[in-house]
């Protein structure tokens, strides 16, 4: 694991343990949650975003790894597409999974 993602994690925790103990009772949205362990800096150069979102795909793989190192799902599509293709981060909670029938139709998951 990076050192990146452990000190992220350790932010993480302490994060929970500071503030409110039903942090997690309610819907949170994954850039929010994010957020929380490093501000928005953690994705967006000095905060702001790209225009083609790419120095913001590459923070993700600097802390979770490239697509190669992840689940089945994950290394299907390495090479093909980016983390915000199909997590998206403004838009979409912590635990929810991305589908798959947005891009293919043949009932696959
Ligand atoms: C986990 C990484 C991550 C974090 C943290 C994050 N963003 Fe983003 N943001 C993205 C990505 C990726 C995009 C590209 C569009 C998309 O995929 O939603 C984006 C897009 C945007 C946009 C462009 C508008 C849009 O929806 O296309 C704005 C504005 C923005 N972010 C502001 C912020 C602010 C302000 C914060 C801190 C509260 C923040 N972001 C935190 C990843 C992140
Ligand atoms: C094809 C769509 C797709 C793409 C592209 C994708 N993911 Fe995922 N991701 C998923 C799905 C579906 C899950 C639910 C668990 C699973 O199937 O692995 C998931 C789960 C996750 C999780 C939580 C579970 C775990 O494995 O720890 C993380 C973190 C994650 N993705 C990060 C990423 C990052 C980082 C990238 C880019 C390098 C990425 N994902 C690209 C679909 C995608
Ligand atoms: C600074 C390090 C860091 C960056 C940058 C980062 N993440 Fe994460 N992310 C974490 C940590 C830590 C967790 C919580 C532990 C875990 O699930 O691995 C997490 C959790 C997640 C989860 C799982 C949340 C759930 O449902 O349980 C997803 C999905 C995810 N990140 C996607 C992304 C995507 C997409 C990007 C880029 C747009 C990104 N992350 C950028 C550190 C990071
Ligand atoms: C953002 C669009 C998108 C999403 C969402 C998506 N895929 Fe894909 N997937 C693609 C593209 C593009 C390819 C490469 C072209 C192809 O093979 O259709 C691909 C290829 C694949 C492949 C390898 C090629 C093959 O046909 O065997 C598998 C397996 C796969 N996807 C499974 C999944 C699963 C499972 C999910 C849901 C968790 C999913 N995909 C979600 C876009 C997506």
Redesign the pocket.
């Known amino acids: 694991m990076s050192n990146?993602?452990l000190s992220?994690?350790f932010g993480?925790t302490f994060a929970v343990l500071a503030f409110s103990p039903t942090a997690f009772a309610e819907p949170q949205v994954?850039a929010d949650?994010?957020a929380e362990?490093?501000e928005c800096e953690?994705?967006h150069a000095n905060g702001e975003p790209s225009a083609d979102s790419a120095y913001?795909?590459e923070?993700?793989q600097?802390?979770?790894g490239s697509l190669a190192e992840m689940s089945e799902t994950h290394k299907a599509h390495d090479g093909m597409l980016n983390?915000?293709d199909c997590?998206v981060?403004h838009e979409m909670n912590?635990?929810?999974k991305p589908t798959c029938d947005n891009c293919h139709d043949d009932g696959r998951k």
């Open positions: 990146k993602l992220a994690l993480a994954l949650f994010h362990m490093g953690s994705c913001e795909n923070q993700c600097s802390c979770h983390c915000s997590h981060v912590v635990g929810d």
